[in-house]
């Protein structure tokens, strides 16, 4: 196994493809006692995008834009898998609800804007259609197994079965996801820095407001998961600003 190569890919793009070699030269040289310096390196520079070098144009806002795909939906799941708790998605429940508000801005920020060609929307368009059409047949068959009547009490090996089942199609969902948002970046029409950095202040905010509102609920593992993301978040954010000024 090439370890210094996978380790490699965990660093951003740019960082890979500008000094990837002698990363890689670095690792193999210093031996496994340089792997865990290797991957805490990479994990601080995906937490600093001001300095990634960009080997392509828009590589930063598309890369970021991903990211920001992946942490919400990470804290999707977070909070799937810890059940409603205190929080909660109606017009009925506005105090529990209120840290939707500022994630939904986030996203609205950092959602790509359609091309204004007719030849770039059928691109985008195909592109969107190849990349969704296995996790909408996936969460299809789950959805068809659920409510088919041919499991009513699982039990056992079968209940795990259904409970893993049910997981790893959330999982593959949501890394189609981030295929879709890769994807469509190299085709639609990116948000700029500065509406990205605001994008991430908001997300962070939201995922802020979501760990305390759980924390004083009690649920202490899922408002450590949403702080430690709301963390991540406000640091890029922060950081991005030296980019958008």
């Given at each position: 196994?090439?370890?210094?190569?996978?380790?490699?890919?965990l660093y951003p793009p740019g960082i890979r493809e500008r000094w990837g070699g002698e990363i890689v030269h670095e690792a193999r040289l210093a031996g496994p006692r340089s792997w865990f310096d290797t991957a805490t390196g990479a994990a601080k520079l995906w937490l600093h995008p001001s300095d990634w070098p960009e080997t392509a144009s828009g590589q930063t806002s598309r890369v970021l834009a991903t990211a920001f795909v992946a942490v919400t939906t990470a804290?999707?799941?977070?909070?799937?898998?810890?059940?409603?708790?205190?929080?909660?998605?109606?017009?009925?429940r506005p105090v529990t609800s209120a840290w939707l508000a500022p994630i939904l801005a986030a996203i609205?920020?950092?959602?790509?804007?359609?091309?204004?060609?007719?030849?770039?929307?059928?691109?985008?368009?195909?592109?969107?259609?190849?990349?969704?059409?296995a996790p909408v047949l996936a969460f299809g068959g789950?959805?068809?197994?659920?409510?088919?009547?041919?499991?009513?009490?699982?039990?056992?090996?079968?209940?795990?079965?259904?409970?893993?089942c049910y997981w790893a199609t959330l999982g593959f969902i949501g890394i189609h996801l981030c295929l879709l948002m890769a994807r469509v970046g190299r085709i639609a029409?990116?948000?700029?820095?500065?509406?990205?950095?605001?994008?991430?202040?908001?997300?962070?905010?939201?995922?802020?407001?979501?760990?305390?509102?759980?924390?004083?609920?009690?649920?202490?593992?899922?408002s450590c998961g949403l702080a430690a993301l709301a963390a991540a978040v406000f640091v890029i954010g922060f950081d991005l600003r030296r980019v958008a000024q």
């Open positions: 196994m090439n370890v210094p190569a996978l380790l490699l890919r804290a999707a799941l977070l909070v799937r898998a810890a059940g409603p708790a205190s929080l909660t998605v109606s017009v009925d609205a920020l950092a959602a790509p804007l359609p091309p204004l060609r007719w030849a770039a929307l059928g691109r985008l368009a195909a592109t969107a259609a190849r990349t969704l059409i789950l959805f068809l197994l659920a409510h088919s009547g041919l499991i009513v009490h699982p039990t056992g090996m079968a209940d795990v079965l259904l409970i893993g029409v990116l948000p700029s820095t500065r509406r990205l950095h605001a994008a991430l202040l908001f997300l962070g905010a939201g995922l802020a407001f979501a760990a305390v509102q759980t924390l004083l609920a009690g649920t202490l593992v899922l």
